[in-house]
Structure formats: structure tokens, C-alpha cells
């Protein structure tokens, strides 16, 4: 019934394996795991010898996130696909039965959730965990409201079939929004979203510096994404910061000049972790304005 597919890229998946496999022996026969690493540089070993009951294949080139989602398909027998981020910890012991209960309503994808520790980390975690806690922790019952802006690729169950005809988008080969546009593709399918109250904590918390590159990264992979033809206009009301771009339209060059002059110190304040989330907004917003500038 539900084939559960893990991607993975250099990260330790053996409490997550575990715990999954616990939950299996309530579904022996309606469940299996396939795990995929993407070129990975580090924990491959611990990985394969955790993975000894479970599908796990090892690519010899890194594909990227969008193309890796696609390439389960090609292994999963299952009628439903579970797709977990490797970074994902498993807390609650029914996690699994709730998603078999959902899918005995037919659904066509459904999205768990996520939620982070709300013990506050050392100082230089600060900013993704802060990010994380106001932004990405919502109940589904706020999520709900806004089914395809709220989708997340890290805790989501997808019938085949819509997979199969609603790929994600493959040009996009780096990291970032391959999850903001795959909820946009379905929108425009008028496939139905529904969120649950299922969510996965995430286990890894990055430093200020790793998530500052990862804004980065994923503000470069929206701005290749507006050169998609056919995604630019109509994707503009969908993503906050394309909308906001648009209001501020005729202030962008006083905002980049002022944003040359003080991204400096944005990014020690960010960095150090002196967190406010509109000095964060404005540094993305700096940051998207630079991206386009340079493909322009």
C-alpha cells in the first residue's frame, strides 16, 4: 500500500531506518522502504549496513532533489509514495498507522507536517531554528488554508499515478523551491492537498552560516525558475517574495544599493546569531535582487 522513500545525501539515517521498520511490523506486507543516496561523500557505509532489509541503491553522480523524487518512481510497487527527508526523526509511535488510516480515504497527496525542538539551540543554530519554529512549524489547520503554498517535500504521501504525470520539474538540477513549484504544478492540476496533523521533527539543525548559503542557493533556484517560460507570470502570486518584488518594483534600485552598503553587516549580525526575521526577509530580498540582476 504505501512504498516509503527516503532520499538521501551525506546524512546518518539509522535512527530514522529503525524506527520505520518498527512501525513495519504492524504492516509486514503493506509496506516497504527504498532509500536512495545521491553521491553522497559520507555515512554510505553506516547506511548500507543499516539498510540490510530495505531497497537501497547508491547513485555514482548526484542528480539533485527534484530528480531523485521522480526516480522512485521507478522502483516503488506500492499504490502510495511516503517521502521522508533523511534528516526527518520519527516521534510518535502511530506515525505510520496514521497515514494507512488516510489512505483508506483515497487521498491524492497528503502533507504531515513538520515541527523542530522548541529547546532553544546554542547561539549559532539560532537562525534556522528560529526560522523554523515561526515559519515552517504550522498546525494543519493554518496549513490547510493554504494547501499548495504550505506543501513541503519532507514529510508528504503522493498517489503514484499523479507522480507519474506530475513529475517534479528537472531543469531545476539545484537546491531550493523544487517544493513551492511542485505545489504550484498541482494547483494548476487542481489536485487536492490535504494536510494532517502527522509531522516529523526535523533532526538537523544547521549553523547561521549553513542556512545564510542554503537562502542563497534556494533564492538562485527561484530566480531560474522565473526564467521558465511557462511558469513566470502566473507563479508571481504564488511565492511571497516575487510578490513582494513586484510592489517594491520602483524602489529596486535604492534597495539594492542600500543592500550593497549593508549586507556586510547583515551578514556578520545573521551569522553571529543575532536573529530578527525582518533582517533576515530584507537579506533574501538583497539577495534575490543581485541573483536577478546578474541573469538579466
Not at 105 to 124: F, I, L, S
Not at 137 to 151: A, D, L, M
Not at 208 to 230: C, P, Q, R
Not at 267 to 281: I, R, Y
Request: glycine share 4%.
Amino acid at each position: 500500500m504505501i512504498t516509503i522513500c527516503i532520499p538521501v545525501f551525506n546524512f546518518n539515517i539509522t535512527s530514522l531506518i529503525n524506527e520505520l521498520s518498527n512501525q513495519m511490523q504492524s504492516f509486514p506486507t503493506d509496506c516497504e522502504i527504498i532509500v536512495i543516496d545521491d553521491c553522497s561523500m559520507n555515512f554510505k557505509n553506516i547506511n548500507k549496513s543499516v539498510c540490510k532489509n530495505v531497497t537501497y541503491i547508491e547513485l555514482s553522480e548526484n542528480i539533485g532533489r527534484a530528480r531523485i523524487r521522480n526516480l522512485f518512481l521507478k522502483y516503488a510497487k506500492f499504490e502510495y509514495l511516503l517521502f521522508l527527508d533523511c534528516d526527518s526523526l520519527i516521534y510518535s509511535t502511530t506515525f505510520l498507522l496514521k497515514y494507512m488510516e488516510t489512505i483508506s480515504q483515497k487521498p491524492q497527496v497528503v502533507c504531515g507536517g513538520r515541527v523542530y525542538d522548541a529547546t532553544r539551540p546554542e547561539r549559532n543554530k539560532k537562525l534556522r531554528w528560529k526560522y523554523g519554529i515561526l515559519k515552517e512549524s504550522q498546525p494543519c489547520s493554518i496549513r490547510q488554508k493554504f494547501p499548495n503554498k504550505s506543501f513541503m517535500t519532507n514529510n508528504f504521501l503522493i498517489q503514484k499515478q499523479i507522480l507519474q504525470e506530475n513529475k517534479f520539474e528537472e531543469r531545476l538540477t539545484k537546491y531550493g523551491h523544487e517544493d513551492t513549484l511542485f505545489g504550484f504544478q498541482l494547483k494548476r492540476k487542481n489536485i487536492t492537498i490535504t494536510h494532517i496533523e502527522n509531522p516529523i521533527l526535523n533532526g538537523d539543525i544547521e549553523t547561521n552560516s549553513e542556512f545564510l548559503s542554503k537562502t542563497e542557493a534556494g533564492v538562485s533556484n527561484l530566480v531560474s525558475i522565473m526564467n521558465l517560460t511557462d511558469y513566470n507570470k502566473e507563479l508571481t502570486e504564488e511565492i511571497t517574495i516575487l510578490k513582494f518584488y513586484k510592489k517594491i518594483k520602483k524602489l529596486e534600485t535604492f534597495i539594492r544599493l542600500s543592500f550593497k552598503i549593508l549586507k556586510p553587516f547583515i551578514k556578520f549580525l545573521l551569522t553571529k546569531g543575532f536573529v530578527s526575521l525582518l533582517l533576515f526577509d530584507f537579506y533574501k530580498l538583497g539577495i534575490f535582487l543581485e541573483k536577478l540582476r546578474v541573469k538579466s
